[in-house]
């Protein structure tokens, strides 16, 4: 099917910045919406950037000015770049995308990565 992998997290300490990557691979006719999804320990995952598939993006309160989504659909990669972090950032960010699978362009499936952990302390 299709696989996302997430690079790109570590420990950071406050007001500095992360870049974060999920490529996407395998049986891809369209990716579609891709999106970042922080979860810290105990809470759900939070949908923070989300950009479509021209280019446009929404982002949650909570990061606005600070977090930037953007995407590459000649390598099926999206960032997500990070600033000014803030120890309430510190979560594992997973990657997520619709993707249009197969050969028909008529099949649209969600996929996770596996996640990268994302730590702001001093």
């Known amino acids: 099917q299709v696989q996302l992998v997430e690079s790109g997290g570590g420990l950071v300490p406050p007001g500095g910045s992360l870049r974060l990557s999920c490529f996407a691979s395998?049986?891809?006719?369209?990716?579609?919406?891709m999106d970042w999804y922080p979860q810290a320990p105990g809470n759900q995952r939070e949908l923070v950037a989300t950009?479509?598939?021209?280019?446009?993006?929404n982002y949650a309160d909570s990061v606005k000015g600070r977090f930037t989504i953007s995407r590459d659909n000649a390598k099926n990669t999206v960032y997500l770049q990070m600033d000014s972090l803030n120890r309430e950032d510190t979560a594992v960010y997973y990657c997520?995308?619709?993707?249009?699978?197969?050969?028909?362009?008529?099949?649209?499936?969600?996929?996770w990565g596996q996640g990268t952990q994302v730590t702001v302390a001093s």
């Open positions: 950009i479509a598939l021209n280019g446009n993006t």
């Open positions: 997520h995308a619709y993707v249009v699978v197969g050969t028909t362009g008529l099949n649209e499936c969600s996929f």
């Open positions: 395998g049986n891809i006719f369209r990716i579609n919406a």
